[in-house]
C-alpha cells in the first residue's frame, strides 16, 4: 500500500519563485527520498535524509524532516522552467522496499 | 552515479501477444530489481522485487503468471507480460540499488511505455 502522500497534488508558480512540496507519510521510518521525474521517463533520486536528521540542502534543495508529524517537506528556490516535473517521496519499508507518494505536479511557468 | 537501462522505451502490440521488457544493471551488480508500474499522472506501485538466482516476490494483487519475471543474471532482470490485454497498457519502470554505493537510493530505468491494442 502507498506510503508517503504528497500536497499539493498540482503546483504552477512563476519563474523565479520557490516552490514547496510536502509529504507525510504512516510509519516510522528509516530514511525519506525526494525523486523527480520528466513526464514518460524514469525516477530521479534527488535527496535523502535520515530519521535522526531535522533538514538537509542539496543545491537549490531544501529538505525537512518532523518525524514527530510524520511529514517532510521539499523546497526548491529560485525555480526554473527545468524544474517543471513530478516530485514523489519515497520511504522505506519492509524487506528493503522503497514506497513511493503520490506525487506532486510542479509547473513552472515561464 | 549508477545505470539502470531499459528496452525497450516504448511497445504497442496486439491483444494476446506477450511483450517482455529488458532491464540491466550497467555499471553494477543488482542482486535485487524492482519492478513499478505507474498510471498516468499517478504514483508508482511496486509489481514484485526480482531476486538474482531466486523467484521473484511479488505485491498483493499482482498475478504472478501474467507478470513473468527472470533475474537470471547479476546486471539483467526481465519482465514479460504474458498474453497482453488493454488493460495491461502503462508505464513500466524498473530500479535497482548500487549495492557499492547504497542500499537506499534506488536506480531507475527510463521506463517502458506499453500499448496494448
Known amino acids: 500500500s502507498q506510503q508517503g502522500e504528497e500536497d499539493p497534488q498540482a503546483l504552477s508558480i512563476q519563474e523565479g519563485e520557490n516552490a514547496t512540496m510536502n509529504c507525510s507519510y504512516k510509519?516510522?521510518?528509516?530514511?525519506l527520498q525526494w525523486y523527480r521525474q520528466n513526464s514518460g521517463r524514469g525516477l530521479v533520486h534527488l535527496i535523502l535524509?535520515?530519521?535522526?536528521?531535522r533538514e538537509k540542502h542539496s543545491g537549490r534543495l531544501r529538505v525537512t524532516l518532523d518525524t514527530s508529524k510524520k511529514s517532510s517537506s521539499l523546497l526548491i528556490t529560485a525555480s526554473r522552467a527545468a524544474d517543471t516535473a513530478s516530485y514523489f517521496c519515497?520511504?522505506?519499508?519492509?524487506?528493503?522496499?522503497?514506497?513511493f507518494g503520490k506525487g506532486t505536479r510542479l509547473h513552472i511557468l515561464p | 552515479g549508477a545505470v539502470v537501462s531499459q528496452h525497450p522505451s516504448r511497445v504497442i502490440c496486439k491483444s494476446g501477444t506477450s511483450v517482455k521488457i529488458e532491464c540491466r544493471s550497467l555499471?553494477?551488480?543488482?542482486?535485487?530489481m524492482f519492478w513499478y508500474r505507474q498510471f498516468p499522472k499517478k504514483s508508482l506501485m511496486l509489481m514484485a522485487t526480482?531476486?538474482?538466482?531466486?523467484?521473484?516476490?511479488?505485491e498483493q494483487g499482482v498475478e504472478k503468471d501474467k507478470f513473468l519475471i527472470n533475474h537470471a543474471s547479476l546486471t539483467l532482470s526481465t519482465l514479460t507480460v504474458t498474453s497482453a490485454h488493454p488493460e495491461d497498457s502503462s508505464f513500466y519502470i524498473c530500479?535497482?540499488?548500487?549495492?557499492?554505493?547504497?542500499?537506499?537510493?534506488?536506480?531507475f530505468g527510463s521506463g517502458t511505455q506499453l500499448s496494448v491494442l
Open positions: 519515497a520511504t522505506d519499508g519492509r524487506d528493503d522496499k522503497i514506497i
Open positions: 530500479s535497482a540499488h548500487n549495492p557499492g554505493q547504497s542500499n537506499e537510493k534506488l536506480f
Open positions: 510509519t516510522s521510518i528509516n530514511n
Open positions: 535524509i535520515r530519521s535522526n536528521e
Open positions: 555499471d553494477f551488480q543488482a542482486t535485487t
Open positions: 526480482s531476486n538474482e538466482g531466486s523467484k521473484a516476490t511479488y
